[in-house]
């Protein structure tokens, strides 16, 4: 499956952004889908996923409360939407897809977008 995503850009802190993944190539609804990000001199980090069924999700404890990841199987994308952002949330985010069954770990994804950059300014 093939992962594109967008939407990141320059924020102030306390602002918010939608970033959108769109998914190409197999059938969407055959795969977990998730957001990670990685900051400079980072190890790449888990930030939300939802479930193939779109009924479940998860967070990371950092994120939890300010951002809602979602899913629209008829366009075959999924979003985040990150509202009351922080200057630690500058990264950038990746979308990825999994079959497997553990949704938090990056080794657990299998296809991987190209990443959007997300700037929060204090």
């Known amino acids: 499956v093939q992962l594109q995503a967008s939407g990141g850009g320059l924020v102030q802190a306390g602002g918010s952004l939608r970033l959108s993944c769109a998914a190409s190539g197999r059938t969407f609804s055959s795969y977990d889908m998730g957001w990670f990000r990685q900051a400079p001199g980072k190890e790449r980090e888990f930030v939300a996923a939802i479930m193939r069924s779109g009924y479940k999700s998860y967070y990371a404890d950092s994120v939890k409360g300010r951002f809602a990841i979602s899913r629209d199987i008829t366009k075959s994308t999924v979003d985040l939407q990150m509202n009351s952002l922080k200057p630690e949330d500058t990264a950038v985010y990746y979308c990825?897809?999994?079959?497997?069954?553990?949704?938090?770990?990056?080794?657990?994804?299998?296809?991987w977008g190209q990443g959007t950059l997300v700037t929060v300014s204090s």
């Open positions: 990825a897809a999994t079959a497997s069954v553990g949704v938090r770990l990056p080794n657990e994804y299998e296809y």
